[in-house]
């Protein structure tokens, strides 16, 4: 059974930063493509970022490009999300994902507010 755990999320002002983590188990976890969503209220959820199986190859929305940062640890199956310059917008849950296939976390809530 696969099974997705985000963590890290919280209330941070403008301007700061947080990271998220992703503990994935129940699936060959090398071998899978991750990403990183998230789903504002009110809006449909929206890819952030995403990572290729051995970290070689990243992807990002334009709207956290060069401000947030994806990454893995294929050793202790997990994938991270660094948020920096949070700004109101990025307001979100975010949520752990495995590429193409229908296996989701809980998420966690980020929130950027002064």
């Known amino acids: 059974q696969v099974q997705l755990v985000e963590s890290g999320g919280g209330l941070v002002q403008p301007g700061g930063s947080l990271r998220l983590s992703c503990a994935a188990s129940?699936?060959?976890?090398?071998?899978?493509?991750m990403n990183w969503y998230r789903q504002a209220p009110g809006k449909e959820r929206e890819l952030v970022a995403g990572?290729?199986?051995?970290?070689?190859?990243?992807n990002y929305a334009d709207s956290v490009k060069g401000r947030f940062t994806i990454s893995r640890d294929n050793a202790k199956n997990m994938v991270y999300l660094q948020m920096n310059s949070l700004k109101f917008e990025d307001t979100a849950v975010y949520y752990c994902?495995?590429?193409?296939?229908?296996?989701w976390g809980q998420g966690t809530q980020v929130t950027v507010s002064s």
């Open positions: 990572i290729s199986s051995f970290g070689g190859t990243t």
């Open positions: 129940g699936l060959p976890f090398s071998l899978y493509t």
């Open positions: 994902n495995v590429n193409r296939k229908d296996y």
